[in-house]
């Protein structure tokens, strides 16, 4: 088979970027540097993990509609899922987050990469509360009746309003995973371009 | 041209070895492992689903608070009255130093108290002779005789009953005011002010915040949700019914709610707003700060993270 490519040509262009970018042996690296043996690094992917489950227990939720888990067992099964998942998600984001401050992970221009951890960490926080707000139960009625006064306070509650139920269920289905995924996608697509975070050079000889 | 190498900025590139490294086994098993593990939790600790409240519920639990509320949304001096802007013009709202953020914005969710939750609904009722000549004889007078109604009725109001299924005050001068309040009160004891409350946008809608705004200006939410420990002082909003951990991410958040000046403040929800703002700014531009961008490298928590690596550093 015979391959050449077209000079000069706009998808030509785009492809070698990419390709320079991101080759196939920087995107799924088989092996690592060796300081990449901690248990640090367990929460990143299990973050990821967790996101995936969210997403997915979400999915089932939206099945039968926003009233199903209410009135079936099994619905109300699939949000105790969704529930716990979204649990799981914050913990390991969290010490996700503080691993990699104290990794001081933004070293060797990677900075943009904690900048897209911070948005996907905030977009995570109004995704999990437009969550709350539109189970349609007593949460939800006190969770955005309190809630209200602080968006109300910084002008925004014009635009978003947490008691209207169709609005912040629509963000929480659509806008906000959107966001997140969109966003999670590009965090990992830029640790795989930089490659993992060489620790702190240390000069002195370390007495064990 | 040498640049000045900056240890919390810059790396020096690594020198030493690789080693095989799985990464779709790794987050494969991380899918596995996080599966089971929610699977397990949401098997022993399931979820809670408090039922919603309705106005029915409340009218039917504690009829005079119920009564006492609809006459606050008369009398303007419901919370919702009072609130100002997304709402109304009522106040000012809260304010960020000089900023007047909601004011700004202005009334986009206009809510007028006394046709929106008493006149209208009680105009959508089947017609009754008592009842129309009450709405009647409300949308005939001028603004001064209703506030002069209203005025009496209030004063009256601390004497307030309910006996037999009637709210009763005991007062003169008050036009058609004990009608109208006793009749609303029927209404929301049936369940009808609920679904008058829903429908006021026409047959599909998906928009609950009249409803809402009633019941948060009366106290039987409140009560409730205090016995649920969800009140702020309570670290309320991160918490949800029953022993669940809620939105334990919040806490910071929630934090500043209890302790001064925000839980003093008439703009304390502004002022936590503004300062949560600000630190998450600072958060985004954590690697551009100096002093928070060393503490990494001072802390020296790295070491206990690179454990295996400082050791076998230090081992050649
Ligand atoms: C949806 C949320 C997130 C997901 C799914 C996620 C996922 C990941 C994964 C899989 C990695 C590579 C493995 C690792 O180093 O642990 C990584 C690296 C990184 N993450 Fe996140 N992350 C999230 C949120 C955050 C947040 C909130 C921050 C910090 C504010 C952050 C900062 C970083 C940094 C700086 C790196 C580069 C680490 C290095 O080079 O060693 N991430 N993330």
Not at chain 1, 83 to 100: N, P, Q, R, T
Not at chain 2, 168 to 183: F, R
Not at chain 2, 245 to 254: I, V
Request: proline letters at 6%; hydrophobic letters at 45%.
């Amino acid at each position: 088979m015979t391959y050449t490519e077209i000079e000069r040509q706009w998808t030509t262009r785009l492809r070698r970027r990419f390709v320079r970018l991101l080759p196939p042996e920087k995107l799924l690296p088989d092996t690592q540097p060796t300081y990449v043996s901690s248990w640090i690094y367990v929460f990143g992917v299990t973050t990821l993990a967790a996101l995936a489950v969210v997403i997915a227990s979400g999915c089932l939720l939206a099945l039968r509609g926003p009233q199903w888990w209410h009135t079936s067992s099994v619905g109300h099964f699939v949000n105790s899922l969704h529930l716990w998942s979204v649990e799981i998600f914050f913990f390991a984001m969290v010490v996700h987050l503080w691993g990699k401050y104290f990794m001081a992970a933004w070293r060797g221009g990677r900075a943009l990469t904690w900048m897209t951890g911070v948005v996907t960490f905030l977009t995570s926080i109004a995704a999990a509360f437009t969550g709350y707000v539109s189970q349609s139960n007593f949460d939800s009625q006190w969770i955005s009746t309190q809630a209200k006064d602080g968006i109300n306070a910084t002008g925004a509650g014009a635009y978003f309003n947490v008691l209207n139920l169709g609005q912040m269920l629509m963000w929480h289905i659509v806008l906000l995973p959107l966001a997140a995924i969109v966003l999670t996608g590009l965090h990992v697509i830029l640790v795989r371009v930089k490659g993992v975070v060489p620790p702190f050079e240390e000069p002195v000889k370390v007495s064990q | 041209m040498s640049k000045r190498f900056r240890p919390d900025v810059d790396v020096a590139p690594w020198k030493g070895g690789h080693s095989p490294y799985d990464i779709i086994k790794e987050g494969t098993i991380a899918l596995v492992v996080v599966g089971l593990l929610t699977l397990i939790l949401a098997v022993v600790f399931g979820s809670p689903d408090e039922l919603a409240i309705t106005i029915k519920t409340w009218s039917n639990a504690t009829p005079l608070d119920f009564a006492a509320t609809a006459l606050s949304e008369l009398n303007l001096t419901s919370g919702t009255a009072q609130y100002g802007a997304p709402y109304n013009n009522a106040s000012t709202g809260q304010q960020l130093g000089p900023l007047q953020l909601a004011k700004w914005v202005g009334a986009r969710i206009p809510i007028n108290t006394v046709n929106d939750f008493v006149i209208d609904p009680l105009k959508s009722l089947p017609a009754q002779p008592d009842l129309s000549t009450g709405l009647k004889q409300w949308s005939s007078a001028s603004s001064a005789t209703r506030s002069h109604w209203v005025s009496s009725y209030t004063k009256a109001s601390a004497k307030m009953t309910f006996v037999n299924g009637q709210v009763t005050v005991t007062a003169s001068d008050v036009g058609p005011l004990p009608v109208l309040i006793n009749n609303l009160t029927e209404m929301a004891r049936s369940g009808a002010l609920d679904q008058a409350l829903v429908t006021q946008a026409g047959f599909y809608t998906t928009d609950f915040t009249l409803p809402l705004l009633f019941l948060a200006d009366g106290s039987y939410l409140a009560s409730l949700a205090d016995h649920q420990h969800l009140t702020g002082d309570q670290w309320g909003m991160m918490n949800e019914t029953g022993n669940y951990p809620g939105q334990a991410w919040l806490w910071l958040y929630t934090f500043w709610y209890q302790i001064p000046p925000f839980n003093a403040s008439g703009n304390g929800d502004v002022l936590v707003w503004g300062l949560m703002m600000a630190l998450s700014v600072v958060l985004l531009l954590v690697p551009f700060i100096p002093g928070l961008r060393s503490i990494p490298r001072k802390t020296r928590i790295y070491r206990v993270i690179w454990r295996e690596h400082y050791q076998s550093v230090a081992k050649e």
